[in-house]
């Protein structure tokens, strides 16, 4: 049945196996077969006639909108601005013309983000919401719900959600390029081929449950666990700190790499992990070069890469993660299976109640 634990010891692990299936599920309603081009279910949204976009989420929904924030600027050119609901809904920001509003919501129902939705009534030219739950008063009250068909998520700590969530924001903001003329036809191409393997991809990294379950029996040990990336690793670093807070107890913080330098590097010693998310791209060497100064403090790092950056990071690392290549907008997208593993085994391996963790709701529907 949709909500039985299939064989796995936890619904968190369940919905972190089934992300292949869902996630193609997903990029199936926005990409037909046979075609290149985004087509979204519902009302068409042309974004030629928009100039920039508002997101708005709480908790893993928020760090979804963090990185189509990189997707909608690099592939579509369109100013973005992102915040989490409670701050936004008080702060009464001005919202310019042609602007459209975005709400991503699992559950649709948080009470922050339908109050964000609700001040952007009558000012945003477009609202529109990215939900798990389509009868759910968010969806209802935007001009436009997407569905991202990860089915039911009975895990507290959202995961397959998360990534659902992702490959619609992407296909989003592919239709805005489109509709905008930023990308050329083969890029548009290649991303679609890209979506198209990327469930194949999704499995690939699930195979290295028993590398990451290693790496995730040290990490229980710590106290503080440091995660850093760059670019579109960076909310990834994010949503793998809460992750790993969420359902371990582990304080872990996410961090931009460059930012290292101004604050955490204070806390590196023999003590501290520091998760390292860096596929080989163009900001790779850079990491690298953060990673060297966490290792001289004796900082121990899990490098979470593919071939051609494993092969490069030098010696001295505590513990590799491999990932299968992938086209480079794809990227949060199968990195989130190991940073929702390595959570999910750290806190099996402290033995804590990774579905029902404690003073954590599901669905938060009071402020
Ligand atoms: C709670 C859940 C999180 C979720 C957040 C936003 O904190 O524990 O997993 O990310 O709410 O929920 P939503 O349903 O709006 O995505």
Request: charged residues 25%; proline residues 5%.
């Amino acid at each position: 049945s949709r909500t039985d634990k299939a064989g796995h010891k936890h619904y968190m692990a369940k919905e972190i196996a089934e992300q292949p299936v869902v996630v193609a599920e997903a990029i199936r309603s926005c990409l037909p077969a046979a075609s290149d081009r985004i087509c979204l279910p519902g009302e068409d949204l042309d974004f030629s006639k928009l100039d920039r976009l508002t997101m708005v989420a709480c908790g893993t929904a928020f760090y979804a909108c963090l990185t189509a924030k990189y997707w909608f600027e690099r592939l579509a050119k369109m100013p973005v601005e992102v915040d989490i609901a409670s701050e936004f809904r008080y702060r009464e920001p001005p919202i310019p013309e042609r602007s459209l509003a975005l709400f991503v919501s699992q559950s649709g129902e948080t009470a922050d983000t339908l109050a964000a939705l609700r001040y952007c009534e009558g000012k945003a030219d477009k609202i529109v919401s990215v939900v798990n739950v389509p009868e759910s008063s968010i969806a209802r009250e935007s001009d436009l719900a997407l569905p991202i068909h990860a089915g039911v998520e009975i895990g507290v700590a959202s995961t397959k959600a998360f990534t659902c969530q992702l490959a619609v924001l992407l296909m989003l903001a592919l239709k805005a390029a489109a509709d905008r003329g930023t990308l050329t036809d083969e890029e548009l191409a290649d991303h679609a081929a890209a979506l198209r393997g990327l469930p194949s991809a999704l499995n690939t990294a699930l195979e290295q449950d028993n590398s990451i379950r290693v790496a995730a029996q040290r990490l229980s040990e710590a106290r503080d666990v440091l995660f850093l990336g760059r670019g579109l690793m960076y909310p990834l670093a994010m949503e793998g700190a809460l992750k790993l807070k969420e359902i371990s107890y582990i304080h872990a913080e996410g961090y931009a790499s460059g930012e290292l330098k101004h604050g955490p590097i204070a806390l590196i010693d023999k003590n501290m992990p520091v998760v390292v998310m860096a596929p080989r791209d163009v900001l790779f060497d850079k990491t690298v070069s953060n990673m060297q100064e966490v290792m001289a403090r004796k900082g121990k790092v899990i490098l979470v890469s593919d071939d051609e950056g494993i092969a490069e990071a030098q010696d001295g690392v505590w513990a590799t993660i491999r990932m299968p290549y992938v086209h480079p907008s794809l990227t949060p997208i199968l990195y989130a299976v190991p940073a929702q593993l390595l959570a999910y085994h750290t806190a099996v391996a402290k033995g804590t109640d990774v579905d029902q963790p404690r003073n954590l709701a599901k669905s938060v529907t009071v402020e």
